[in-house]
């Protein structure tokens, strides 16, 4: 199973794979509509990527009360029953990487998809700070 892996030495920050994002999934350049998010992690010297790592243990997906979430069992890839979810915020709060949130203006779910396969954010990263790659399967706990 294929992930995203995030190099952090690579990054420089420009948000590209932000902006395609969120152009991707809605339509519009919206830092806040992404599915990832990029963040300078100064106590760490450097930069951080949070997106869904695709977690063998599904935290979020054990976490909805409502049965709202499902991981495919292919790519690992994490789907929305968005007739089923309240936005309650346990999967958020469950995520140990903040690969998923929650936009409370829109009560909407925020989870990378994986773009069927084809990450719009690696096609645009320049540096190659991202990629999809199966080296990226590590346990997430």
Known sequence: MKRL???????ILCESCVLACSLAHEGA????????V?????HLHGTMAHVCRQC???PCVQSCPVDA???DKGTGAISVNRERCVACGACETACPFGGIRIDQKRRDVLVCDLCSGDPRCVQVCIPGALSFSDKGNIPCK
Request: aromatic letters at 4%; one cysteine or more.
């Open 38 to 42: 990029v963040t300078e992690a100064i």
């Open 5 to 11: 892996v995030f190099d952090p030495e690579a990054c």
């Open 56 to 58: 063998k243990d599904t």
């Open 69 to 71: 979430l499902i991981q």
């Open 29 to 36: 350049v919206s830092l806040s509509r992404s599915r990832i």
